[in-house]
């Protein structure tokens, strides 16, 4: 996509919401969660702003019991119940690539070690996540250029180019968009 196209189409509001409904990414018409029914869409006067917004046809509904979330408070220093997964990638010769996960109970130097032992040729260069079980191996290659903190998105971004070789990063990208948030997307 040019400059000059994304420039336009992204230019207006308007133009920029018939690009994302156009590819599904923003409903055309949408269902009331409550009821099923389809919502009107009309605008909204806020100070200083109009926005629009959809609203259930039908009157007041009686608030149904939500089913109990699962608890979803972070891990702060206590480990998580279940196994562990342990992932290694290669790139192939013809450009595929080859991924295999390991489900392992202990997070530790010897699991691991085990793991690279019998699954990776010798000569090859790992790189890590610094995990505590392989932090001080002087087997696996320091990080150059990049950070702890980013590493994990890095290979995220590796790994979906890998599957999305195409002329139009863009395109894929919306359609990978569309396919994991819009979706599966409950409209409140």
């Known amino acids: 996509m040019l400059v000059k196209e994304f420039y336009k189409i992204f230019s207006t509001e308007e133009s920029t919401v018939k690009y994302l409904q156009d590819y599904g990414l923003l409903p055309c018409a949408k269902q009331c969660h409550k009821c099923g029914s389809e919502v009107k869409q009309y605008q909204r006067n806020d100070p200083g702003k109009i926005r629009e917004v959809f609203r259930c046809k039908k009157k007041r509904l009686p608030n149904y019991p939500i089913e109990d979330e699962k608890d979803t408070n972070r891990n702060y220093g206590r480990r998580i119940g279940g196994p562990w997964v342990v992932g290694l990638c290669c790139v192939l010769e013809n450009g595929l690539i080859d991924a295999r996960f390991f489900v392992v109970e202990k997070r530790d130097k010897e699991t691991l ?31 150059c250029g990049t950070t702890e903190d980013l590493l994990d998105r890095y290979l995220a971004e590796y790994w979906w180019r890998g599957l999305n070789k195409t002329d139009n990063i863009f395109d894929a990208f919306l359609r990978d968009l569309k396919l994991c948030f819009v979706d599966n997307f409950v409209y409140p």
């Open 113 to 143: 070690h085990r793991i690279i032992k019998n699954e990776v040729l010798p000569g090859t260069t790992v790189h890590s996540d610094s995990w505590l079980g392989y932090k001080d191996s002087k087997s696996l290659k320091k990080m």
